[in-house]
């Protein structure tokens, strides 16, 4: 202040109080400094760059972008103008101009670094993965111990789906740098990508011990948490996030989201219509309470919500599957069937949506159509005993008893813990008479009865005891099902053939 007042006309001192200015993050003042400079000396190209930069921190993209091309005007073989120019036009999402002039940069000065860091940036913005490695590399070929674009590297390959290849360059990069807390973060998310989410844990919480402050290591380890099942912690880490960052959309979302992975249903729906308060417009949150909704058997808000999502994003397939979903327990089955084909149309070959539709035209007495559905599901994905269980109902709806054992079977091989498969199965067969194919699934059922079925409590009486032969009575006095009203889903038609099994003592044959 004290040069400016001694000498008014010199562009220097104004340049060094917007350069302070700079540094005490007073954006505005800065452009107002380097401004008063300017009309000292109008054609300065030095306060012209820092113009744009001022305009650049205090986000002011497009006014960042005027100063900058005024400057490249006049300094046409600038390559920090352009790499300027680049940063700006990627932080307004217009890669393909960022593109441009990141290579106008390396054309200039083919030895810099940063020129090939904002190309590799702006490849990545183009989602042209491959090119931003190649970019970056190019980039630590001039500065070999370069941090940040070791961490890029890294960045590129997760985005690419090569989650070790990315862990690889982002574990380079902490060996270097042991103390940057954003490598240890980016470790974390590539290994949750790979479902390995003690390691994700650890680098979650190395990320928190670096930068306790900052909002995404806790974030990342409740990701982490959630992964290992541990909903609880998870929900504790998100909060101490919300402590960092109290309005941060995606922790209210992902606490909403813990709790419901925990069967805290009503305390998802408050986290999730807190976080709707504050984004009103996030379509993921409308989807995540129609979710939770769904869960407590509130299907009419849970439908509500579903609407708000296709609404508020309308190329959104699990909206409309979101849709189906509680359409059909309204019992509204047609209307189901057309949300699940619209989700269809958006998320084409899906097997979980062919099976839904399978399922939707059961409820119609349909079984034509849900055979095709799901010999569909099937085709997609033939390990999924699940899918064989919806054919074999589908077979059972056409009285075809025989194709519905066989898929019973098929579906008890892909999955043979899977307790209503192994049910379904004894009901078909005991319809039959198939002695041979119980005893071929005895051992399986016999396991399944000695666990707890669903929660749902049923007085064990004399009667049940006598369910088949004495090698049954201490496995049916753990047999605590019922099974209709533990699955909301179940049509009466489906549930029928089990309930027979579980009920009536006669029809199974012992």
Known sequence: MMTVELKRDWWVGYSK???????????????????????????NIGLRRNLGTGATNADQFEVAIKYQSNAIKLAPENHLLYSDRSLSNY????????????MKTVELKPDWWLGYCRMGDAYNGLRKYQEAIDAYKKGLECDPKNIG??????????????????IK?????????????????????????????????????????????????????GDAYRGLGKYQEAIDAYKKGLECDPKNIELRGNLGIAASHAGQFEVAIKYESDAIKLAPEDHKLYSNRSSSYWCLKKYEQALEDAMKTVELKPDNWVGYFRMGYAYHELGKYQEAIDAYKKALDIQPGSHTMFYKLSLAYSSLQHYEQALEYAKESVKLKPDWGEGYRRLG?????????????????????????????QLHLVASTSKSGGRSIISHVHGV??????????????QINEGDKTFCNTSFDSVYTDFKVGYSDHVPSETPQRAAPVKAVMFNRQTIGC
């Open 149 to 166: 674009l070791r961490g890029n590297l890294g960045t590129a390959a997760s985005n690419a789906g090569q989650f070790e290849v990315a």
């Open 17 to 43: 109080i917007g350069d302070a200015y700079l540094g005490l993050r007073k954006y505005q003042e800065a452009i107002d400094a380097y401004k008063k400079g300017l009309e000292c000396d109008p054609k």
């Open 91 to 102: 932080s307004l999402k217009k890669y393909e101009q960022a593109l441009e002039d990141a």
């Open 393 to 421: 109902e589908s077979y059972y709806g056409l009285g075809k008893q025989e194709e519905a054992i066989h898929a019973y079977k098929k579906g008890v091989e892909c999955d043979p813990k899977n307790r209503r498969l």
């Open 445 to 458: 059922v016999l396991k399944a009865f000695q666990r707890s079925f669903w929660g749902a409590s049923h």
């Open 169 to 221: 360059y982002q574990s380079d990069a902490i060996k270097l740098a042991p103390e940057n807390h954003l490598l240890y973060s980016d470790r974390s998310l590539s290994y949750i990508s790979l479902e390995k989410y003690e390691h994700a844990l650890e680098d979650a919480m190395k990320t928190v011990e670096l930068k306790p402050d900052w909002w995404v290591g806790y974030g990342t380890m």
